[in-house]
């Protein structure tokens, strides 16, 4: 069975005490190591404005995981989430080769800066 490498990003409800947020966190990582899956990195981001009200909340507690696991893994993660009254959405990638490379120097603190060329002709054309 190959693994393949994920991020997912999910959103709880913001109407929780601090520690069932960690309950949660502890209770999705557990899924993914009990089920083969290895963790790379999880990234509590905590409580958040959201874009558009979703279960009549503006706002929820993010997390961000990165993991190697199974296709299988992932239907029964999603699975867990899609019937967890706490958690409102979820969102899950699969890496392809070219977003493993930008991961790989993500972790490096490696990521090369994008220029944007307007904003260099502005920056010049303000010393007039």
Avoid: C
């Amino acid at each position: 069975m190959s693994k393949n490498y994920y991020e997912q990003t999910y959103i709880i409800s913001p109407v929780l005490e601090d520690d069932e947020y960690k309950e949660i966190v502890e209770k999705y990582k557990s899924l993914i190591a009990e089920n083969g899956g290895e963790i790379d990195e999880v990234d509590e981001w905590g409580i958040r404005q959201t874009e558009h009200e979703m279960d009549g909340k503006s706002s929820g507690y993010y997390v961000n995981s990165y993991f190697e696991a199974s296709g299988e893994l992932i239907e029964k993660l999603e699975r867990a989430q899609r019937i967890d009254d706490h958690v409102m959405r979820f969102l899950t990638l699969k890496y392809d080769a070219k977003m493993l490379r930008h991961r790989e120097l993500q972790k490096k603190n490696a990521v090369p800066q994008i220029i944007d060329q307007d904003d260099d002709e502005e920056d010049d054309n303000d010393d007039e």
